[in-house]
């Protein structure tokens, strides 16, 4: 597959619950955003990372919200204690530019559904 | 005021039809614009670029007029393909973002009736 994968494709956590959203970027993609989207909403910012180093994690909502990268490669998004208003479609996307490059393409995943019931 | 504000539409156009999206953006230091297009329950995907002289592609222009902080997305003789949401984008660079994150606006929708 040439394209960025996730998964799961949808998940339904009970409150309280621990889930984990699995990001494959596009082979060799350097950049590796995640988002949030809310039912009606555009995407909303979560995280980047270049390569295995988070740079930027302004965009976490709360501490219940950890990111990783281990490799450089897969990233994996995690929610602890999952709440209702976590509900939303969490989209990765990823870049094969580096920083500082005006006119990178970011190309998404099709995203995890999650539902917290 | 939000950082990125579209027409909330929806759009409901008859097949055809040129339909215009405006989309304005709050910080003047702001260098990288695009339009992405959402299908239903579907990712985003570029749809295009916008260039200060303003780019055509196919039935697709936009324009960027810095001065007003405002851009645009003319889409002509409208096909039945063409009903999506139209999200207006913009690099997150200046806003503190530290590495071009993109910053959404809500998205416009459209809707193209036979």
């Known amino acids: 597959g040439a394209g960025v994968s996730q998964s799961p494709r949808y998940k339904v956590a009970k409150r309280g619950q621990d889930v984990a959203l699995r990001c494959d970027p596009i082979s060799g993609h350097v950049s590796l955003f995640w988002y949030q989207q809310a039912l009606g909403q555009g995407p909303e910012f979560l995280t980047y990372?270049?390569?295995?180093?988070?740079?930027?994690k302004s965009g976490l909502p709360s501490d219940r919200f950890f990111a990783e990268r281990p490799e450089g490669s897969v990233s994996t998004l995690k929610i602890q204690r999952t709440q209702q208003e976590d509900s939303a479609v969490y989209l990765c996307?990823?870049?094969?530019?580096?920083?500082?490059?005006?006119?990178?393409?970011?190309?998404f995943g099709p995203g995890t559904r999650l539902l917290v019931l | 005021r939000k950082e990125v504000e579209q027409d909330p539409g929806p759009f409901n156009v008859p097949e055809g039809a040129t339909v215009a999206f405006n989309c304005t953006y709050s910080?003047?230091?702001?260098?990288?614009f695009f339009w992405y297009r959402q299908d239903c329950r579907k990712e985003p995907k570029l749809l295009m670029s916008v260039y200060s002289s303003g780019n055509e592609d196919g039935r697709f222009t936009a324009q960027l007029n810095r001065a007003s902080q405002y851009i645009s997305l003319l889409i002509r003789d409208s096909k039945l393909s063409d009903s999506a949401t139209y999200l207006c984008?913009?690099?997150?660079?200046?806003?503190?973002?530290?590495?071009?994150?993109?910053?959404f606006g809500k998205g416009t929708k459209l809707s193209v009736k036979p």
């Open positions: 910080n003047s230091a702001s260098q990288s």
């Open positions: 996307a990823s870049s094969s530019e580096v920083p500082g490059q005006l006119r990178e393409t970011q190309y």
């Open positions: 984008v913009v690099n997150g660079r200046v806003y503190g973002g530290s590495q071009g994150n993109l910053i």
């Open positions: 990372f270049q390569n295995e180093a988070q740079l930027d």
